[in-house]
């Protein structure tokens, strides 16, 4: 999960740009995230357009999974 939490960050434009989209985060914080926060996945999945199944298949299933 730490690569797609990666993934993530990148694709929103790095920590400081998370940060501002989600307004009540620091850059720091978001900068120690290894896993985006289960109450944090639906937002990320807007900012950076990854499924909720890729960024917390722990909490939503696989994408496969859900489809069934």
């Known amino acids: 999960m730490e690569q797609i939490c990666t993934r993530a960050k990148e694709v929103a434009g790095g920590p400081a740009a998370i940060a ?27 900012i950076t357009g990854i499924s ?11 994408a496969s999974e859900a489809a069934e």
């Open 20 to 46: 501002k989209a989600l307004g009540d985060v620091t850059p720091q914080a978001v900068s120690q995230w290894k896993r985006i926060p289960a109450d944090r996945v639906l937002e990320m999945e807007r």
């Open 52 to 62: 909720r199944h890729e960024l917390r298949p722990d909490v939503f299933g696989r």
